[in-house]
């Protein structure tokens, strides 16, 4: 006869208990093996990281960094004689297609009107709008986090205090407020630039990471982990972080490429990255006027500037179907 | 079989009280349609008119990862006043089927199959013509009354919504019809309740608002996907019995799904029992619950926990193991990975739906004969020491 | 609700103090104020700096001084009672007549701009959300992340070189060549056949019959010298209003009801033969007098929507309002059209302006004034329209895909609603809630977006007196223009907050 006290089919608590930690790891684990599998079926960005991969090398290997040489021969703030008005001698038409053959030339972007090699002050452009891109992505995300988070654990007084800091600073326009800074700050150097930047960015993550903390908060395995007495940051960086990677990573993706136009408005207005140093807006905003006459030069880092935040929207969309993919599917 | 007022609680239909409507089953030729033809003695028993008769409805999607069968053959008829129960486990093609019957599917899905709503094929019919009837003639009440009413509009816009789009009528007429269907559903104060908006209702206020509104024009089929599941069990039992009324009132026949066997046994005249896209099992509610003639129901009924028919406790005993994946279905019957009867002949054939030992019982298995030997069915699915 | 109102204005106050207070502190701290007079070698520079430091209150620290500003400023709250003092440029001007001339200028600048990239993305965002993944979602969902990774100062230099500058020499001989009528025959055939989508002879006639039209049309206006001095004519006039009336029958009621339609018609009628019947009152009305017709339209559509809608009174007033306006609105770029060869003259052939809102000492007609700022508003709008509309499709789409998954939205089909109901009724209504943020953030924003694009083409608003100012590091005009920009952020964060309790009945009643 059956005894109702011997372990038949039922499990017992302890080993209920056991099993769902496992389960728990297992789903986490399929879970991060999905998004990654959505994310490269994702065409649009696989194409931006590739298109972002390459920029990126392009431009730190051609001209070098900090005191690394690259391969490109010539540098972005040496003046020479403008040969054949400057005009790119780069080329891509075959000579079998009736073109001039596929090769760089002595300036494949062209001279600017002192001579300076374009493709090397492109590539400088490039390395700086990108290095600004990402210390703003980064410092804006690391505290928009840390706001949001600090404020939706607690709660309280905590939470009121900085949650109304964050409104004061969501009432200045980002552009504004950056431009205050860069007009202080842009003599400075990039990283202090994009330092200073990125203090300003963070708001609207915060926002939304205090808004997935106040759920999170109410679900078992917080309570549970906070009854067992863990402490707070432990619970909040083991426990509840994971589970809004999703957010923050496709919100830091997305403000990297803002950060890419933002730079170049402030170095387009004059209160970004200043002389010697370039960056792509500040070449934009110094050739516009040239547009007619020597177009190239208001091309070359126009296109630039479009592929990076291209490139990064992509991923960003990517990246946000990938861990949510609920989004974009609809039953009619 | 008489349902209103029948206490849910127990999952057994009570054998005394159940006679009424169903005696006398009679069988057409294909043994998939079987159906009951009953005299009127009740007015809540079923008619003679056939109002909705689905032939060999196939519904699949496809996807990314291949082509999903959620639904493979299913085939029933309800008549007038009819309450037909559906169950299955979850994703057996419960839902599928019945918004494929309301043309309520995504764009994405391939139907065949036909679909007769007296006589005439709603999947032949325009789009225009599909809608005139949808809500009309047949209605349906979701699961979940949280989420299936809009919450920017009062209830009141929303029935009578559901009036004027198939007449055209003033407001106010159209929102008098929706207080006297408040009224009906058992809803106080009506008229004051048409200006609320859905969060000032209670969950089960929301559900009878919701058949309200599958009621108010009338309807001839109402299917009820799982109406009660989202509310907690002493609200279910006073919404099945508004459901019955107000079929009463209006002559629709009622297509019941669940989970719930004791739902079904509370409130149906037949069950369809469907297993991974396809009915394996027809037949009158007593049948389905004392000689089910298919392994699968035999072990839904055994994790009935108040089922006591083995002289055993009341310990649950699910089926173990899951339903099969709907994409590559394994060849043979689709239980037989689960199914404690299985033989080669079972991984080898997927059987039909064939009449059994009771005319108007047809079951899908080649061994429906091994459950008509035994006393209680569901010994099949106990553990040993409990088969004991 | 008032308590809900009361209290978020007083928040909202607050807020707006706080960061007054923060964007002093980091203004005066952005640069030297002196260092303009320091370096200089004016004789007088000592007395000079000495001015200047009076001027601006230099001596006293800056945490101090907001308090000096904040005490001006604060009579700006109640005008007619106190002095508002927003201090004075670097110059002595003062900042708050400078600000008065400039915010009209940035308003004319982007509300025309804002609100039609608002319609425009909304629109495009809904019609991609129902056709998820068809031809033209994939399109515009390209298009969408193609605008909003384009720096706007990048695209006003093309725009500026290829919408003012070349077509204006265009327009010095307006013909299109057969073979680039055929182009853009293609182009537009190619465009209405990824817009229409369907199966492939569908598309294919949809393709031909676009490109016939296009080409065609082309060709026509390019023989009968229309560009040289454009206009509707009545018959468009006619064709267009008529299917404006189809239009907004089918968006508001559908057509099974036929009260509705004949309301709408009825409207557009009204509308054509007031064409003729105010010719001469609209030779060269004045501001009022539009703004007066208008209401009148109002008026009229009401009237019409009453008496012919039966029992879909209600909406056959929307349909006969919106098919008057949008008539009305056809028949006064006709009008603006009639001017456009005289005011051609007038600017010896140079019609789309780069630079500024007005030609500077520019006098004529209401129609030849009105040309003149719509031509000077054209290009700037298309830039700000490009970029912010792409937000706009985008935020819209998802929303809409959201609704559209919801239940309600099942509930809704399976009453047997028409689709159209399902969609403008239930799926769009709901999708505007969080649309209506996002609208009122726009608006909020506005101000600053317009620093870019009032420095590329030389308005002298809000945003170009901000960034001057700056670069002179001159604190008070900054603050000013913060000041304007702060409340307005601030004001329609309110907004937004008020319209969504009014719009969600579930938070209204909290
Ligand atoms: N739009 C769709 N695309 C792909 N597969 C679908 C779609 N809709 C339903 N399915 C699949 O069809 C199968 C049957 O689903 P259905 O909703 O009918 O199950 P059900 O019997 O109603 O289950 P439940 O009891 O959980 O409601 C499921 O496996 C489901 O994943
Ligand atoms: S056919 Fe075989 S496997 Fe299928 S239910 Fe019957 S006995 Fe079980
Ligand atoms: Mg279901």
Known sequence: MSDPTTPGPGPVPAAAAAADVQGMTVVARTQAQMVRRRFFRHRAAMGGLIALLLIVLLAFSSIGFANVPGWWDKDYWSIATVENGGRPTLSVIPTWLGGSGVHLGEHPFGQDNVGKDYFALTMRGVQQSITIAFIVGIVGTVIGTLVGATAGYFRGRVEAVLMRFTDVMITIPLLVVAAVLGRRYGDSGIVVLGLVIGLVTWTNLARLVRGEFLALREKEFVEAARAAGTSARRIIVKHMLPNIIGVIIVSATLAVAAAILLEAALSFLGFGVRDPDTSLGRLISLYQSAFSTRPWLFWFPGVFIIAIALSVNFIGDGLRDAFDPRQNRVRD | ?388 | MLVFIVRRVIVSFFILLAATFVMYLLTANAGNPLGDLQESRAPNREALIEARIRLLNLDTPAPLRYFIWLKGAAGCLAPFVFECDLGQSVQGQDVSALLGVAFTQTLQLVIAATVLAMILGITVGIVTALRQYSGLDYTVTFSAFLFFSLPIFWVAVLLKEYGAIRFNDWLGDPTVPIGVAVVLGVVSGLFWMIVISGDRTRRLTTFAAAFVASAGALWLLSETQWFADPGLGVVVIAVTAVGLAFLTTALVAGFTYRNVLYAALASAGVGIVCHFALDSVLDDPSAMIIVLLALVTVAVGVGLGYALGGLQRRQAIQAAVLTGLGTGALLFLDRLLGAWDTYSDRVSGRVIATIGARTPNFQGTFWEEGLDRATHLILPTIAIVLISFATYTRYTRSSMLEVLNQDYVRTARSKGLAERGVVVKHAFRNAMIPITTLMAFDFAGVLSGAVITENVFGWTGLGKLFTDALTRVDPNPVMGFFLIAGAAAVVFNMLADIAYAFLDPRIRLS
């Open chain 2, 1 to 388: 079989m008489t349902t209103p007022g029948m206490p849910i609680g127990s999952p057994l239909p009570d054998p005394a009280a159940g006679q009424g409507g169903l005696d006398q089953p009679a069988v057409t030729e294909s043994a998939a349609e079987v159906h009951v033809a009953t005299k009127l003695e009740e007015t809540s028993g079923p008619g003679q008119t056939e109002v909705l008769r689905v032939e060999d409805l196939t519904v699949s999607f496809p996807t990314d990862d291949g082509l999903v069968r959620a639904v493979r053959g299913v085939s029933y008829a309800v008549h007038e006043r009819e309450v037909l129960g559906i169950v299955g486990e979850s994703g057996s093609g419960k839902s599928v089927s019945s918004m494929a019957v309301m043309g309520l599917l995504p764009k994405s899905a391939r139907i065949a199959g036909k679909i007769l709503y007296r006589g005439d094929d709603l999947l032949k019919k325009s789009p225009k013509q599909q809608r005139a009837l949808r809500g009309k003639k047949i209605a349906m009440i979701f699961q979940d009354p949280m989420t299936a009413l809009n919450p920017v509009y009062s209830i009141g816009d929303q029935l009578a919504e559901a009036v004027l789009s198939h007449e055209i009528m003033p407001r106010k007429q159209a929102l008098a019809r929706a207080e006297d269907m408040l009224a009906l559903v058992g809803i106080p104060q009506p008229k004051k309740r048409l200006d609320n908006y859905p969060h000032e209702f209670s969950g089960g206020m929301r559900q009878r608002a919701m058949i309200a509104m599958a009621v108010i024009n009338n309807p001839d089929v109402i299917i009820a996907d799982e109406p009660t599941t989202a509310l907690d069990v002493t609200v279910q039992a006073q919404i099945l019995e508004t459901l019955v009324q107000v079929k009463d009132e209006v002559n629709a026949a009622i297509v019941l799904i669940t989970h719930d066997l004791g739902v079904v046994a509370g409130m149906a005249h037949r069950v369809l029992v469907m297993y991974a896209g396809k009915p394996v099992e027809i037949a009158e509610t007593d049948r389905i619950f004392y000689q089910p003639r298919m392994p699968y129901t035999a072990g839904l009924l055994g994790s009935i926990p108040a089922l006591e028919s083995g002289g055993s406790g009341s310990r649950l005993r699910p089926i173990v193991g899951t339903p099969p994946s709907l994409i590559n279905l394994p060849k043979g019957c689709p239980f037989s990975p689960r199914c404690p009867l299985a033989t080669d002949v079972c991984h080898e054939s997927e059987p039909a739906l064939e009449p059994t030992d009771e005319l108007g019982h047809v079951a899908a298995c080649h061994h429906w004969d091994q459950l008509a030997d035994v006393d209680d069915p569901t010994v099949f699915f106990r553990t040993e020491s409990e088969a004991v």
